[in-house]
């Protein structure tokens, strides 16, 4: 009988810890990809005062044209639109819309890298829900372009990061589970659980192992 119950136990056990080994390991993954961008980049957010910022030889602007319900957004780079009019919608108190989700922008630098022309002017658009563009812009006014959205993410964790901080801060790198919830054992839960199937699958065996034992010494009294 005990022989079935430490089989039961250690079967249990293992099979507890493999169903949250994974959610673990994409928690470990997000977080190993987070710590890599903090090595790697510098990353500093930039207000447009009076809608509008001059950064390493770019100036870059926001039209503002109300229109009903939504504010259409122009937003212009070194005098030439960079996208078609981006319709922003509008707050609860439809007085303003929130800026920091429509248009976004920052100032990458690589850690360590003293030559400040180096520094790119990122700037982050939501020309429509759930869908992003970033634009990486550097001293000379050229412009690279990403394209994502959370159906298509993109595979540079960068992109990911200033999507983030642009308003989609429950989204993550490669998964969004450990950010899907605010409450906060969300996180914890995962741990209790795979760290309690460990627990039991070695209670099983410490079981199976007393049974062996005491087997072998009946065997050798007989």
């Known amino acids: ?28 993954q997000e977080k190993q990809t987070q710590r890599s961008l ?17 950064f390493n030889n770019n100036m870059i602007k926001i039209v503002e044209e109300p229109s009903s319900d939504v504010v259409n957004l122009k937003v212009i780079l070194n005098g030439e639109p960079l996208t078609r009019p981006i319709a922003a919608q509008l707050s609860n108190d439809n007085a303003t819309y929130t800026k920091g989700v429509w248009v976004n922008t920052f100032v990458i630098r690589e850690t360590g890298n003293r030559n400040r022309q180096d520094d790119l002017l990122a700037i982050v658009t939501m020309p429509e829900q759930n869908k992003w563009n970033i634009y990486y812009v550097n001293h000379l006014k050229q412009v690279e372009v990403k394209r994502m959205g959370v159906e298509n993410k993109s595979k540079d ?3 990911i990061r200033l999507v983030k901080y642009s308003g989609a801060s429950l989204m993550g790198y490669k998964t969004d589970i450990q950010y899907a919830s605010a409450n906060p054992f969300a996180l914890v839960i995962p741990v209790v659980i795979f760290i309690f199937g460990i627990l039991l699958a070695a209670a099983g065996l410490i079981l199976l192992l007393r049974v062996w034992v005491r087997t072998r010494l009946n065997s050798m009294d007989n």
């Not at 079935?4 to 673990?24: C, V």
């Not at 903090?38 to 001059?54: A, G, P």
């Open 157 to 159: 964790p960068l992109d």
């Open 38 to 54: 903090d090595h790697q980049y510098e990353i500093t957010h930039k207000d447009l005062i009076n809608n509008q910022l001059e």
């Open 1 to 28: 009988m005990k022989k079935i119950i430490g089989i039961s136990l250690t079967i249990l056990g293992i099979m507890i810890s493999l169903a949250t080994f994974n959610p673990l390991y994409l928690m470990y």
